[in-house]
């Protein structure tokens, strides 16, 4: 007897099989067998599958006698003909991970469980892109007692993605129902209602192949046949669960019906004619008329509005409603506010309500305004070389002022445009451009007040016909229809002069070319390179030093490195691109480096070149050899990293615990400038750059929580540092206080826009020093700025929730936090909001301890770093 059973149901689909076949052969598990189930092909499948039998004895192949249309009745035959105690289902377009077999099963025979459900990836051809299916369901491995524990679970309604008992299917008579499409959505509630206990595990189990030119049946959503067999698949599994004795697990399925099921249709909706729409909403409209007001309700607003749309046939503004549903989320045409509710279009009803969105509350930058083109077409005037359309321009939270310019941006170009009122409470333009690169073009307005701007794309008709110009091509894409301008085909001459250009441009012929300039090239003594932030901005104690330079009026001439797309560098600034061929120069001949992070690893410093290592920041985290990515017994690294400290030829040290610390765990030991920290001059003296309210649009009297969390070494770029609740922290605080998040130049991560009323996005921001001087508090888990921070005396809360994983296995610490942090340390939302809530006598029961911190790492800190440090390292 086999361990486990692979059923893999195949029609009229002879090329695929084979390789569906050979993901199943080639599994780690050895001991399996494969049963072909053929529903009654036309094609080649019976000679295909008689080769597979001839070259593995563990293939069986079966075929039915006529084809049933559905995958049910193959599946079925299946479950009959497993000789083994567990079996899985496979597509013959899809593939099975090559562990997948052995890890289901080690982990149902590990937990007694009656079926084990792994993550399921779609995988998109030809690029081969992966991408889980709801991740957040099988983010961590458990075994769940009952569906009734985690009823979102019916999210996960596949049947392929699974490893199931087959005396469960037998002896409980679970089957897949024959007549019906979508019927692993019937068998999966069935399943659920009679499962005592299940596993769930967060790899991989299954590749689900996404072809462009694949007709399964769940990429037939412009038909509307498909439309009724979803809905009445939803039907049958509603009745199941009655059948079972669940029927309290209905509304969960019918939760599933509208968060899933649904969008698959509302998603493209927009591209579709309003006859089709109309069908659509008559064949959803019974069933959603079923479901209880309290499940609607629980929807996410703009579905809720979908839905009430449904019910109420109004076909047109479901179409506007579906394009929101994605991306951007383009704006409605018009909203009510009334007693501090907002409601979608021009009616006031529950189902209609979108105050969550807070969109009426957001600042004029967020504001979000709606521009639809409503005509477009060539410029015959200029020889077809220009486009002219007409865009129509809603306001509907009331956004606009009474004084503004607006234009049309293409990319970092602006075009002067006038709108003019539309009589209906909106603005006409008349806007024609010349097409240059590719951009999504957008319409902006400037508060003429402050120079505050707002901008959004432009929205067309779906079916609108692409404008094809000289080199370029003015394009509707996406389910939201964004206008978009796309470069067309490029001259042979050009790509291949591109290709060439390539070829050269490599980091390979970069450094080669550097080496060979240093030895035959004396570098400058007056010419300084600076860099903070490998490039991505123009701060921290590197531009401390360049000001200070300035003030002497040093004859010193200053080259910033500035990464690909940064701006914000001081006027006047002389600017080189981080990493191009005048980069590797300006390298090659500055006399002087300047620096707070690290120039390229591999360039060796010029003979004759002085190196100023300013650092940024001090703190608990362990850094150098000390740290996950040098810690390690790989040679290369460590010693790649050893070269490029013994490049330095002084180091600034804000403090002696940086020298204890830091010195010793990078193996430096050159000159130590013990003056405190350049950039903090600025802290100590009080001294803002600019104005921090008016620049985030803060509004007076609200106060400012400065959210700086660092990032995790195993998921840098992932937004997992952000690990406050700002959702719930909005609903407790958003009347007082704003966040102003400034997260590590590593993350990538954006507030979601409804919480842009209370959170402003700063990782961006010009000058960490004003934020921290704007602010009223600072919030942060184990960030050096802590130690900056320190410097204002103003109270700081720690949120470290997973200290216990970041001390032990994620990056390690050299203090123990807990036990020295200068206030209180929580782990949840909800105590962050009470410590908030009585911040004044948190801090005052901190006061010791926050002397004691001071003392530890701010005791050299007298606001005159940068000027000794000039005074006695530039010439």
Request: glycine share 8%.
């Amino acid at each position: 007897m086999p361990d486990c059973t692979v059923v893999v149901i195949s029609y009229n689909d002879a090329a695929r099989l084979p390789r569906a076949v050979r993901s199943v052969l080639g599994q780690s598990l050895r001991d399996l067998e494969v049963i072909v189930v053929d529903d009654a092909s036309t094609d080649g499948t019976p000679e295909v599958a008689a080769r597979l039998m001839e070259r593995d004895r563990r293939v069986r192949y079966l075929r039915r006698p006529v084809n049933s249309g559905g995958c049910g009745a193959p599946r079925n035959y299946g479950i009959d003909a497993a000789d083994s105690p567990y079996v899985m289902f496979l597509d013959s377009d899809d593939e099975l991970p090559r562990h997948a077999c052995k890890s289901l099963l080690t982990e149902i025979e590990r937990t007694g469980a009656d079926f084990v459900s792994g993550q399921i990836s779609r995988l998109f051809e030809p690029s081969g892109r992966l991408k889980p299916y709801y991740p957040s369901l099988f983010a961590r491995r458990r075994v769940v007692a009952g569906i009734r524990r985690e009823p979102e679970l019916f999210l996960d309604c596949f049947s392929t993605n699974k490893l199931y008992d087959v005396r469960l299917l037998r002896d409980r008579l679970v089957r897949f129902p024959e007549d019906v499409l979508y019927e692993d959505h019937v068998f999966a509630a069935e399943l659920y209602a009679v499962s005592r206990r299940f596993a769930i595990v967060p790899w991989v189990v299954y590749h689900w192949h996404r072809a462009p030119a694949n007709d399964s049946i769940s990429q037939r959503v412009g038909d509307l046949d498909n439309v009724r067999q979803r809905v009445l698949a939803a039907r049958l599994s509603d009745d199941v669960l009655w059948e079972r004795g669940a029927g309290d697990l209905v509304p969960h399925r019918q939760h599933r019906f509208l968060r899933q099921d649904l969008r698959v249709y509302l998603n493209p909706l927009p591209a579709r004619d309003l006859v089709w729409v109309k069908e659509f909403a008559s064949l959803v409209r019974p069933y959603l008329e079923e479901i209880p007001g309290w499940v609607l309700d629980g929807m996410e607003p703009l579905d809720r509005v979908c839905c009430q749309l449904i019910l109420d046939d109004r076909t047109e503004e479901l179409r506007v409603a579906a394009a929101s549903l994605n991306g951007a989320r383009s704006a409605p045409r018009a909203a009510v506010q009334l007693d501090g509710r907002t409601y979608w279009g021009t009616s006031v009803s529950p189902g209609m309500d979108i105050t969550k969105l807070h969109l009426a509350e957001l600042p004029f930058s967020e504001s979000r305004l709606r521009h639809e083109v409503s005509e477009i077409c060539s410029d015959i005037s200029s020889g077809g070389e220009r486009v002219r359309m007409v865009v129509r321009t809603y306001d509907p939270f009331g956004a606009l002022p009474l004084d503004w310019t607006a234009f049309l941006q293409l990319g970092t170009e602006k075009i002067p445009i006038k709108p003019e009122p539309s009589g209906e409470g909106g603005y006409v333009s008349e806007v024609t451009f010349t097409p240059t690169g590719k951009c999504a073009p957008r319409i902006g307005f400037t508060r003429t007040s402050d120079g505050h701007t707002t901008t959004d794309r432009l929205i067309a008709d779906p079916r609108t016909e692409p404008i094809e110009l000289a080199g370029c091509a003015v394009t509707v894409e996406g389910y939201a229809a964004y206008l978009c301008v796309r470069p067309g085909a490029r001259p042979f001459l050009w790509r291949a002069g591109r290709a060439l250009i390539r070829r050269l441009n490599t980091p390979e012929n970069k450094l080669r070319a550097y080496k060979l300039l240093i030895k035959v090239l004396p570098p400058r003594r007056n010419l300084a390179l600076f860099e903070s932030d490998v490039g991505k901005g123009c701060d921290g104690s590197p531009r401390a030093i360049y000001e200070e330079l300035r003030r002497r009026e040093l004859p010193i001439d200053v080259v910033w490195s500035v990464a690909r797309g940064r701006k914000n560098f001081p006027p006047g600034a002389r600017l080189v691109r981080r990493g191009s061929w005048a980069y590797i120069w300006t390298m090659a001949r500055a006399g002087i480096w300047v620096d707070s992070h690290g120039f390229p690893l591999d360039y060796p410093k010029p003979r004759g070149t002085r190196y100023l290592q300013t650092w940024h920041g001090q703190g608990i985290k362990s850094i150098g050899f000390d740290a996950p990515d040098l810690r390690t017994d790989f040679d290369q690294p460590r010693a790649q990293w050893r070269a490029a400290v013994a490049r330095w030829d002084a180091l600034v040290s804000p403090s002696a615990e940086f020298s204890r610390l830091f010195l010793p765990a990078n193996g430096y030991t050159g000159k130590v400038y013990r003056y405190g920290t350049p950039r903090c001059d600025a802290l100590v003296r009080g001294e803002a750059a600019g104005d921090v309210r008016e620049r985030l649009e803060i509004p007076r009297g609200r106060k400012i929580l400065l959210y700086a969390p660092t990032y995790r070494d195993r998921a840098k770029g992932g937004g997992r540092s952000v690990r406050v609740d700002l959702e719930l922290l909005a609903a407790e605080l958003a009347g007082e206080w704003v966040v102003v998040l400034r997260t590590h130049p590593v993350e990538r991560y954006g507030p979601p826009e409804h919480l842009r009323h209370f959170v402003r996005d700063a990782g961006s921001y010009p000058e960490i020093n004003d934020l921290m001087l704007a602010s009223d508090a600072l919030l942060t888990d184990y960030s050096s700025l802590m130690c900056d921070y320190a410097i204002t005396g103003k109270p700081m809360v720690f949120f470290i929730d997973d200290w216990d994983d970041y001390r032990l296995s994620e990056r390690g610490v050299y203090h123990d936090l807990p036990a020295i942090a200068p206030g209180p340390c929580v782990t949840t939302t909800e105590e962050l909001v009470a410590v908030i809530r009585r911040l004044p006598e948190a801090h005052a029961a901190f006061a010791g301890r926050y002397a004691a911190f001071r003392a530890l790492w701010c005791a050299d800190e007298r606001g005159d770093a940068a000027a000794r440090i000039v005074a006695d390292f530039f010439p």
